[in-house]
């Protein structure tokens, strides 16, 4: 469900805190979305580490496998 993603996003985000969040490639979009950053092709093994203030996405990063 769309909106139980973004409400997950949303609370990590407002958190403050350091946090890894896990996702497949059916619910990327909506993450995506939910931190308002471009769609990032993943391959198998990468990630995007996305850095945050105050609930704002500040950078991100892309660390390829």
């Known amino acids: 469900e769309v909106a139980g993603v973004v409400d997950i996003v949303d ?10 969040l896990c996702g497949h490639r059916p619910v990327l979009p909506t993450v995506f979305d939910a931190l308002q950053v471009p769609e990032v092709k993943l391959e198998t093994g990468a990630m995007l580490v996305v850095h945050h203030r105050k609930g704002r996405v500040v950078a991100t990063q892309l660390v390829e496998p």
């Open 11 to 20: 609370t990590l985000l407002e958190s403050g805190e350091c946090t890894v």
